[in-house]
């Protein structure tokens, strides 16, 4: 494989206009498609294999346009002190928003405060569920607007009315904490690779894969059923990668240049070395992002395949457009050692040997004191992956809010007024069609639940189908929605179930929002497992080829394994516990993102492979070029620290970015990412990674003889470029050049 690469890098350097040319037209055609693509469509959110979307879907087949699962509102009125909203004057001003809520054209149904139970005890507050036919994500933006004027016409009232529910969402706010995370990478880069134009590459290339790729999901999105936020994982990742990637082949491009080697062999040299690790790296990540199609929730298998296409167009600009952008850049890229003038660069060097970078510093630390160095990273994560033992997963509802949106503050005035559980109840569908009496079976299926512990209140059954073998109940836990009491219920509902329809034939389901988002819960919980193993098991092969050993794929398994378990415990004790909440705008303590657990893997473990993968096979370059395993593995840090250093740094930038914004769930990814990359890059990669390998020594490139018989040799180290070229070659090749055509 390097020897493929390093003919593809001197093609590209020296054909660059065709290469330019090539990914110039690439883009504008994926720009063309998008601009021409009809407005990608909301898909309906399902989740198969859920008993919450069975009672959806029964209810569609039973009752079409019944909208079970439609978008809700809850508009809560509040009096003036002293007032009460039955006064005539407060009854007539929400009888008239109650009646505009319900003129909308997606609008199912608007209750009546003062027939339907909406009005507290004590008279201060009511309010109203408006329903609509369709989901929040196939919601119109003029049905929000309708809602959100409405609710501030009836404010002049002199009422409080404010809005909760999944049919206006609040729109997060990340504020200028993301622009200086950009521009702190941006800063790295410079630093890393001494001149404007060097740093300049990975940010324009970068960039160029992402807008490739997401005009790409644009295009696509009508005949593949894309959702409109499909591309969010995709811009994500293709930076995250698309910068890492070029940053790989820029620093070895430098290294080569300080060897001595003319610019063409360098750029050729570079994309066969590091252009190898970009490519497994790559694949790993693939790997992690398509994996995520185990957990069998369309949404996510959408948003992995669309990320993993952006991972896979930023490891070909790597590949290509990278030399062929050097080869432009000509002497503006400068060898390893050397800055810009501006930088410090031009001055004098002091006679005397070279001084030693942190890198090969730090290295000869660990493999002095191998032993101590691994004690002490594992203690340290072991302390802080402890609170995963009180993991509690959820989903987060308008409690989580900030408290000057209008959603927390509906959420708060129906706590008040009505109690917790009014803000997410719970849907039970009875189907009866099996039924002997389907009115009393219904009937006694209500008195049964109505006397469980933790029922606040239920509705009189409503059936929904002219048949009348379905009905629904709506049911108010004591709880809040996210709470674990409210899950138990949920469950306890359930284990009578089975007990109810042998009694009266009764099949119930409980559904709605608080019970689909308890199923969604319970999905990924379930699914963590065999996606963790699917992930780990294909990584653990795909490295047992790249380093062509057993010992080193596996410690980069179980490192990557202990710095997500000190990230999630890092997550619990700051957005469950509250620990240090207030540093980082966590108003409001409660269950972990269900998605978290899934979504760190997924995206953590591929960069850690990035990580491992371009500082490992520095070593094991060294270490196949005849050095010491603990010479190797100076040598490995000696080269890649550098560069290890500033991609995690660049990523901890742009993930920390997002925990300015207002929504809890944003917050929550960008600090567990941001943990993660720091746990990941310099306990994991730079200290345990050198101390088990200098603890190893040679053992760490075992391979047993019928295994490496088996496995092919894709000679990631360049061992193959030492025949193919010679010192300081740069002529131009043309049989070189035409096989590499032919291929």
């Not at 054209?105 to 027939?115: C, G, M, N, Q, R």
């Not at 002490?376 to 402890?386: N, S, T």
């Not at 491992?612 to 050095?627: C, D, S």
Request: charged fraction near 20%; proline fraction near 4%; aromatic fraction near 6%.
């Amino acid at each position: 494989m390097a020897t493929y690469l390093y003919k593809l890098g001197r093609l590209a350097f020296r054909r660059r206009h065709v290469f330019a040319l090539i990914w110039a037209a690439l883009l504008a055609v994926a720009i063309v498609g998008a601009a021409k693509a009809p407005a990608p469509g909301d898909s309906a959110f399902s989740i198969p294999g859920t008993e919450a979307q069975r009672a959806f879907d029964l209810l569609e087949e039973r009752a079409p346009g019944s909208s079970p699962d439609g978008a809700t509102a809850r508009v809560v009125f509040q009096a003036p002190s002293g007032e009460k909203v039955t006064a005539q004057e407060n009854k007539t001003a929400i009888a008239e928003t109650v009646k505009k809520l319900g003129s909308g054209s997606e609008v199912a149904s608007a209750t009546d405060p003062f027939a339907g139970g909406g009005v507290s005890k004590d008279g201060s507050t009511a309010y109203t569920a408006v329903t609509y036919k369709v989901t929040s994500m196939e919601l119109e933006d003029s049905s929000k607007e309708t809602l959100e004027k409405t609710v501030e016409d009836a404010r002049e009232s002199g009422m409080k009315v404010e809005v909760g529910g999944d049919a206006l969402q609040a729109e997060p706010h990340t504020g200028s904490a993301e622009i200086i995370g950009i521009a702190i990478a941006a800063v790295v880069l410079v630093i890393t690779l001494g001149s404007l134009i060097a740093a300049g590459l990975p940010l324009i290339t970068a960039l160029i894969g992402v807008g490739a790729g997401v005009s790409a999901i644009a295009a696509l999105s009508d005949p593949l059923n894309l959702d409109s936020t499909t591309s969010t994982l995709a811009t994500m990742i293709g930076l995250a990668v698309g910068i890492d990637y070029a940053l790989f082949i820029v620093s070895r491009y430098r290294a080569e240049l300080a060897e001595g080697r003319d610019k063409e062999d360098a750029a050729g040299r570079a994309v066969g070395t590091a252009g190898s690790a970009v490519v497994f790296a790559g694949l790993t990540v693939i790997i992690a992002l398509v994996g995520l199609a185990v957990v069998n929730i369309p949404l996510l298998t959408k948003m992995g395949a669309a990320a993993a296409g952006t991972v896979a167009i930023a490891v070909l600009i790597a590949l290509t457009l990278i030399p062929a952008l050097l080869g432009y850049a000509r002497k503006r890229v400068r060898p390893a050692g050397e800055k810009a003038r501006w930088l410090g660069g031009g001055r004098k060097k002091k006679d005397g040997p070279a001084k030693e970078n942190g890198g090969t510093r730090w290295a000869r630390f660990v493999v002095r004191r191998p032993l101590t160095v691994l004690l002490i990273g594992i203690i340290g994560l072991g302390a802080a992956a402890a609170p995963v033992a009180s993991l509690q997963l959820g989903l987060p509802d308008d409690g989580y809010q900030p408290t000057d949106t209008t959603q927390r503050k509906a959420y708060d005035m129906i706590t008040e007024g009505f109690g917790p559980g009014y803000n997410g109840p719970l849907m039970l569908v009875a189907d009866v069609k099996g039924a002997d009496d389907p009115k009393g079976a219904v009937a006694d299926v209500a008195a049964k639940v109505k006397g469980m512990d933790g029922v606040e209140a239920l509705t009189k059954p409503v059936f929904v189908d002219k048949a009348g073998d379905t009905a629904m109940i709506t049911v108010v836990p004591d709880y809040k929605p996210s709470s674990k009491d409210t899950e138990d219920l949920v469950h306890s509902i359930r284990d009578e179930a089975s007990g109810i329809k042998a009694d009266n034939g009764a099949d119930i389901m409980v559904t709605g929002a608080t019970g689909m988002n308890i199923d969604v819960s319970q999905k990924l919980d379930d699914a963590l497992v065999p996606y963790l193993a699917l992930v780990v098991g294909l990584a653990f092969l795909l490295l047992m080829i790249v380093f062509r050993s057993v010992l080193v794929p596996l410690k980069a398994a179980l490192g990557f394994l202990l710095s997500v378990l000190a990230a999630l415990g890092a997550v619990v004790a700051v957005f469950q516990w509250g620990w240090a909440g207030s540093l980082f705008g966590v108003e409001e303590t409660g269950p972990i993102m269900s998605m978290m657990p899934i979504f760190m893997v997924g995206v953590v473990f591929g960069l850690a492979m990035d990580y491992e993968v371009f500082l490992v096979t520095r070593m094991r370059e060294a270490f196949v070029h005849g050095e010491e395993p603990k010479e190797a593995i100076v040598t490995g840090f000696k080269y890649g620290a550098r560069v290890v250093t500033a991609a995690a740094v660049i990523m901890i930038a742009v993930f920390a970015g997002f925990i300015g914004s207002t929504e809890q769930m944003i917050k929550m990814i960008g600090f567990g990412l941001a943990i993660a990359v720091f746990f990941d890059a310099f306990v994991v990669r730079m200290a345990i990674v050198p101390a088990v390998l200098a603890l190893l020594g040679r053992a760490a490139w075992w391979l047993p003889k019928w295994l490496g018989k088996v496995l092919p040799n894709v000679d990631v180290e360049g061992e193959g470029l030492r025949t193919e070229s010679g010192e300081g070659r740069g002529q131009d090749d043309p049989d070189e050049e035409k096989e590499l055509v032919r291929a």
